[in-house]
């Protein structure tokens, strides 16, 4: 293995993520683990130079302030004691900081700054080899960043044993399923299995106007499909997920508040019955596009913006419609090339189009129209939690509305969405 490691034990801090940032920003590799981690179990990670026990404001769990195991404290690796208010606090100044934990890492510990993607990519695809074997794997394949991020790392891990499955639930936007199935199967030669069940969720969907009850029916016919073509399959063990550090660190640590739980369109249930393979489980998203952009994928995958599992049914709002369904994938088609030519594709966190599920009048050519209006809605966040609305210049929305109310049938208004979040919700469903 090529990279040094430096443990940080989790004792309540809320900072354990920015922690470990800073030190992979110092080049050198770290994780977070629980407390009560055995020192058998950290004699089983590869490479561990030194261990932080960073303690919080979460450190009394249940009337009892939490430690480490004697075993883990006394087992000759440096260790640094840091805590948000008790007897080691850390400096308040940023640059200080830095100079404690380069002190530690470099010289306590002599660590190396060998962190970087190429020794990653590396690294994992030793241990996929090692955990895969010559068995099967196979892979939800969506086409969002991570999933398309673990296909590649497989493929170059292990080629024809990946196989990946591509469901097209209808959902998807303007050009999506195609370009999965130009790089993953033409360029990268993957086995990839592609359905096109549009037909059967927009049955399953017809009628439904309760934004809850479509993400139910979303979600469970994507399961179900997935295991229908995975039955066709003989001989799979593994199951690839393109689980990120965020989502586990999300889910709750045993100190730390959950968040939120995750769930999408495309996170399988456990219970299928296949082994996990998550080589990206301990990545930061800009690491896990840095990690896609050092394996060739192209940028427009590797840079897209944030896109719902339950994807553009949530913005064909109320029951949706085939010809709804169609004003909204090419209104947001519209919109990503007006904002792509303006220079704003990386600059805009997430940007698209709504299309509700009333009529306005209008006029086109002297005669009377009854047409939807296309809302666009365009916003900054850094954790979708609460977010602010981008000042997009006048003329661009100007043109971008001529396109649409000229380019996108049954169309004749276009609106802009001043609301940030709160009190809007960046989707509208
Ligand atoms: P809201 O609308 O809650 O959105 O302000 C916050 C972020 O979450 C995305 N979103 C979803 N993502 N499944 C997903 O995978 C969903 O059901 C879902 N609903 C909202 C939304 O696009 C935004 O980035």
Known sequence: MEQDMILILDLGSTENPRLARE?????????????DITAAEVAALPNVKGIILNGGANRVVDGQEIDVLPEVADCHLPLLKVDHQGENPWPAAEAERKAVLQKFIFETCGAKANWNM????????????????????????????DSSVVAALLIKAIGKQLTCVHVNHGLLRKGEPEQVVEVFRNQLAANLIYVDVTDRFLDKLAGVADPEQKRKIIGAEFIRVFEEEAKKLSGIEFL????????????????????KSHHNVGGLPEDLGFKLVEPLKMLFKDEVRACGTALGLPESMVYRQPFPGP???????????????????????????????????????????????????????????????????????????????????????????????????????????????????????
């Open 118 to 145: 190429e020794n990653f990519i590396q690294d994992q695809v030793e241990l996929i080899r090692r955990q895969v074997g010559d068995k099967q794997v196979l892979l939800a394949l969506s086409g969002g960043v």
């Open 23 to 35: 030190i992979r920003a110092l080049g050198v590799y770290s994780e977070i683990y629980p407390h």
């Open 311 to 429: 994807g553009l049914g949530v913005r064909c709002l109320g029951a949706i419609t085939r010809d709804r369904l169609a004003a909204v994938r090419e209104s947001d088609a519209i919109l990503r090339e007006e904002f792509a030519q303006a220079g704003l594709q990386n600059k805009v966190w997430q940007y698209f189009t709504v299309v509700p599920d009333f009529k306005s009048v209008g006029v086109r050519e002297g005669a009377r129209t009854d047409e939807w209006p296309v809302i666009i809605r365009a916003v900054n966040t850094i954790d979708a939690m609460t977010a602010s609305v981008e000042n997009v210049d006048f003329a661009l929305l100007q043109k971008i509305t001529a396109r649409i109310t000229s380019e996108v049938k049954g169309v004749n208004r276009v609106l802009y969405d001043l609301t940030p979040k709160p009190t809007g919700t960046i989707e509208w469903e």
């Open 240 to 259: 690839a997920q393109g689980t990120i550090y965020p989502d586990i660190i999300e889910s709750g640590t045993k100190t730390a508040k959950v968040v």
